[in-house]
């Protein structure tokens, strides 16, 4: 029985590698993969019911969890009716963040899950090749596979920091060093495609805080860095449109995207002063928004949501989902940050830097609205934790 539930545990991760691969190509193709890996781990918690281990180092990121889904209920009173509420909650804090679940209760093949990772990364590298050819022959911003360029953007803040420790640890294989190698000058230059301003924001201020203690002791490497920030900064200077793009981050006034954003944070700040506690219900914004809260100094008619992650969990959930939200974000960042102060391992460091930079590109953008983004962060956040453990799991499934 041991060898069957490890052959479908196998099946099961090689479903959420192609679903994470092809989820942005075709989501239709995404949906069916994500849709086989859910049936197997369903069928896995029925068979070892009595069973099921949560490791130690994973309990506080399940009570973390608990906590914020607590702090969501109340909002269900404001739903507008119980089965839109269960559906919007089923869809953004249940299904999305199921790969964290699936990974960190049955995966036990840390190798398996590094091939997996390797994957994803060589296949976002030609995410952002395809981007780079849209900005280069269309003339437009590179969006990648499919979606937005804010989803491709979104994408590339979490694995960004993962690829440049990868690149930098002596932790990791020479093949997965290999693999970071060839993929870094496509994730780079898929970043410029996109010109996305709250990804570059984001990468300027992460990935330093996570290069700095590799690259004090490293000269080659803060050479490397060295040349590439200044070709990095030449490359931009003479690119009229970069360096407007640059200069617009500021732009509160002229640039209508800069300023609409403002406006929308306002009818948010108005809708949680109506709705404080719980919130229009989740799901909500946008009926509210259409019906009562839209000002009439936006010129974008047609935006939806509020361009920020706490913003829209509040205004949807209230101070109670907010401070949920909040909490769980505090308890990653600062739980990886001690363990790497204590430890250096650099699975912490990753976890630590792709969160720091999903919270700070989700200042100016809902990205937890992205699906695909949101379930490619938490099947990195499982991963990164089952290889940070060390070794492999205890037998704890039972037949």
């Given at each position: 029985m041991t060898q069957n539930y490890d052959k479908l545990i196998k099946k099961m991760t090689w479903a959420m590698c192609i679903a994470l691969c092809v989820q942005r190509l075709s989501m239709s193709a995404g949906s069916v993969f994500w849709g086989i890996a859910i049936l197997i781990c369903l069928y896995l918690l029925y068979h070892n019911r009595n069973g099921i281990f949560v490791e130690d180092g994973f309990k506080g990121y399940y009570r973390a969890f608990a906590i914020f889904f607590i702090t969501l209920l109340p909002s269900l009173c404001f739903a507008g009716n119980f089965s839109t509420w269960i559906k919007n909650f089923a869809e953004m804090w249940l299904y999305r963040p199921l790969p964290f679940f699936m990974v960190t209760l049955f995966i036990r093949d840390r190798e398996l899950l590094n091939?997996?990772?390797m994957i994803f990364i060589s296949v976002t590298a030609v995410d952002c090749t395809v981007a780079l050819y849209q900005a280069i022959a269309l003339y437009a911003r590179g969006w990648g596979f499919?979606?937005?360029?804010?989803?491709?953007?979104s994408l590339l803040c979490i694995l960004m920091p993962a690829v440049v420790v990868i690149l930098l640890d002596d932790e990791f294989s020479s093949r997965a060093k290999l693999v970071a190698k060839i993929a870094f000058p496509f994730l780079f230059a898929g970043m410029l495609a996109g010109r996305s301003r709250g990804l570059w924001l984001a990468l300027v201020i992460v990935l330093p805080l996570v290069m700095w203690r590799y690259l004090i002791k490293n000269r080659k490497a803060l050479m490397v860095t060295v040349l590439i920030v200044a070709a990095l900064c030449g490359f931009s200077a003479a690119q009229p449109k970069f360096v407007e793009r640059v200069k617009s981050i500021t732009n509160i006034t002229t640039d209508i995207s800069n300023r609409d954003r403002i406006v929308m944070w306002r009818s948010a700040k108005n809708m949680i002063k109506d709705h404080p506690l719980t919130g229009v219900g989740l799901g909500q914004f946008k009926k509210n928004y259409f019906a009562k809260y839209q000002l009439r100094e936006i010129k974008q008619r047609h935006l939806n949501h509020t361009h920020n992650n706490v913003l829209q969990i509040c205004?949807?959930?209230?101070?109670?989902?907010?401070l949920g939200f909040i909490y769980l974000s505090i308890y990653?960042?600062?739980?990886?940050?001690r363990e790497w102060l204590r430890?250096?391992?650099?699975y912490s460091l990753i976890i630590w830097g792709s969160w720091l930079a999903f919270i700070i590109f989700g200042i100016f953008d809902v990205i937890i609205d992205h699906s695909a983004v949101t379930r490619s962060w938490w099947f990195l956040l499982g991963t990164m934790l089952v290889m940070k453990n060390g070794?492999?799991?205890?037998n704890d499934l039972k037949q």
């Amino acid at each position: 029985m041991t060898q069957n539930y490890d052959k479908l545990i196998k099946k099961m991760t090689w479903a959420m590698c192609i679903a994470l691969c092809v989820q942005r190509l075709s989501m239709s193709a995404g949906s069916v993969f994500w849709g086989i890996a859910i049936l197997i781990c369903l069928y896995l918690l029925y068979h070892n019911r009595n069973g099921i281990f949560v490791e130690d180092g994973f309990k506080g990121y399940y009570r973390a969890f608990a906590i914020f889904f607590i702090t969501l209920l109340p909002s269900l009173c404001f739903a507008g009716n119980f089965s839109t509420w269960i559906k919007n909650f089923a869809e953004m804090w249940l299904y999305r963040p199921l790969p964290f679940f699936m990974v960190t209760l049955f995966i036990r093949d840390r190798e398996l899950l590094n091939k997996v990772l390797m994957i994803f990364i060589s296949v976002t590298a030609v995410d952002c090749t395809v981007a780079l050819y849209q900005a280069i022959a269309l003339y437009a911003r590179g969006w990648g596979f499919g979606g937005s360029q804010l989803q491709l953007a979104s994408l590339l803040c979490i694995l960004m920091p993962a690829v440049v420790v990868i690149l930098l640890d002596d932790e990791f294989s020479s093949r997965a060093k290999l693999v970071a190698k060839i993929a870094f000058p496509f994730l780079f230059a898929g970043m410029l495609a996109g010109r996305s301003r709250g990804l570059w924001l984001a990468l300027v201020i992460v990935l330093p805080l996570v290069m700095w203690r590799y690259l004090i002791k490293n000269r080659k490497a803060l050479m490397v860095t060295v040349l590439i920030v200044a070709a990095l900064c030449g490359f931009s200077a003479a690119q009229p449109k970069f360096v407007e793009r640059v200069k617009s981050i500021t732009n509160i006034t002229t640039d209508i995207s800069n300023r609409d954003r403002i406006v929308m944070w306002r009818s948010a700040k108005n809708m949680i002063k109506d709705h404080p506690l719980t919130g229009v219900g989740l799901g909500q914004f946008k009926k509210n928004y259409f019906a009562k809260y839209q000002l009439r100094e936006i010129k974008q008619r047609h935006l939806n949501h509020t361009h920020n992650n706490v913003l829209q969990i509040c205004a949807e959930t209230g101070i109670l989902g907010a401070l949920g939200f909040i909490y769980l974000s505090i308890y990653i960042l600062i739980r990886n940050f001690r363990e790497w102060l204590r430890r250096k391992d650099p699975y912490s460091l990753i976890i630590w830097g792709s969160w720091l930079a999903f919270i700070i590109f989700g200042i100016f953008d809902v990205i937890i609205d992205h699906s695909a983004v949101t379930r490619s962060w938490w099947f990195l956040l499982g991963t990164m934790l089952v290889m940070k453990n060390g070794k492999s799991y205890e037998n704890d499934l039972k037949q």
